[in-house]
């Protein structure tokens, strides 16, 4: 049998011996039919008056991106930073430093300024001028012509201090202790001793003379300072 007659969808064929009756397919492999659409028709060019009416799009793009104005770019500056201050901090701690030192000493001086005009007299004049001396011990009282003679007593070096003692002010003014004070030719301290006058107060323009001795005085004293002093005697 033609294969052609079975059709695409086969067809009922009947035996001529047995007269059985089938459905015969055509063969795998045989050509089958396939039903090609048509194209559709190409959309007709546009005209000039539908092209003036609707314009391109890149065009309008274009048209609006040069009617805007070109975008401005501020450039934003770096935050500063904060200038150290090391140097500074460190001139401050030196400034502050000199400033404790110098009131630690400015303290110590007028604290004790007793002990530091005793051993430095010249010292009074300072804390006069700066205004915050002490009151000055036997205020009103002169003590004038201080001599020392050396002598021997008893087989010992004796040194022997004659003075005078004039009351200048207008009223009695009692008498403070005494002190004598041997120095080397270049003012160096050597030894000191604490002494009394017997009359304990003086009337105004009253002079009193006084003696005191001490024994085996340094070879190297020649300097004598007589001051009047807070101490005991026997201090």
Same mark, same amino acid.
């Given at each position: 049998?033609?294969?052609?007659?079975?059709?695409?969808?086969?067809?009922?064929?009947?035996?001529? *011996?047995?007269?059985?009756?089938?459905?015969?397919?055509?063969?795998?492999?045989?050509?089958?039919?396939?039903?090609l659409?048509?194209?559709?028709?190409?959309p007709?060019?546009?005209t000039?008056?539908?092209?003036?009416?609707?314009?391109?799009?890149?065009?309008?793009?274009?048209?609006?991106?040069?009617?805007?104005?070109?975008?401005?770019?501020?450039?934003?500056?770096?935050?500063?930073?904060?200038?150290?201050?090391?140097?500074?901090?460190?001139?401050?701690?030196?400034?502050?430093?000199?400033?404790?030192?110098?009131?630690?000493?400015?303290?110590?001086?007028?604290?004790?300024?007793?002990?530091?005009?005793?051993?430095?007299?010249?010292?009074?004049?300072?804390?006069?001028?700066?205004?915050?001396?002490?009151p000055?011990?036997?205020?009103?009282?002169?003590?004038?012509?201080?001599?020392?003679?050396?002598?021997?007593?008893?087989?010992?070096?004796?040194?022997?201090?004659?003075?005078?003692?004039?009351?200048?002010?207008?009223?009695?003014?009692?008498?403070?202790?005494?002190?004598?004070?041997?120095?080397?030719?270049?003012?160096?301290?050597?030894?000191?001793?604490?002494?009394?006058?017997?009359?304990?107060?003086?009337?105004?323009?009253e002079?009193?003379?006084?003696?005191?001795?001490?024994?085996?005085?340094? *070879?190297?004293? *020649?300097?004598?300072e007589?001051?009047?002093?807070?101490?005991?005697?026997?201090?």
């Open positions: 049998m033609d294969p052609l007659s079975l059709g695409p969808q086969g067809r009922r064929v009947r035996c001529t *011996k047995c007269k059985n009756v089938w459905l015969q397919t055509p063969p795998d492999d045989m050509p089958r039919r396939v039903d659409t048509e194209p559709e028709p190409a007709p060019p546009p000039a008056s539908s092209a003036a009416a609707a314009p391109d799009a890149s065009v309008v793009a274009a048209a609006s991106a040069a009617a805007s104005p070109p975008e401005e770019r501020v450039a934003i500056p770096p935050r500063p930073r904060p200038a150290t201050r090391k140097g500074m901090s460190a001139g401050l701690g030196i400034l502050i430093l000199l400033l404790v030192i110098i009131g630690l000493a400015a303290a110590a001086g007028y604290f004790f300024q007793k002990q530091v005009v005793a051993s430095w007299p010249d010292a009074r004049e300072i804390y006069a001028a700066l205004g915050i001396a002490n000055v011990l036997g205020k009103g009282l002169e003590i004038s012509n201080i001599t020392m003679v050396s002598q021997t007593i008893d087989g010992q070096p004796v040194l022997v201090v004659h003075g005078e003692i004039f009351n200048k002010g207008q009223a009695g003014i009692a008498v403070p202790n005494l002190l004598a004070t041997l120095r080397t030719q270049q003012r160096q301290w050597l030894f000191d001793w604490v002494f009394k006058i017997e009359k304990p107060q003086l009337a105004p323009g002079t009193v003379t006084f003696t005191t001795t001490a024994k085996n005085p340094p *070879k190297e004293a *020649k300097l004598l007589v001051t009047f002093t807070e101490k005991a005697v026997g201090s």
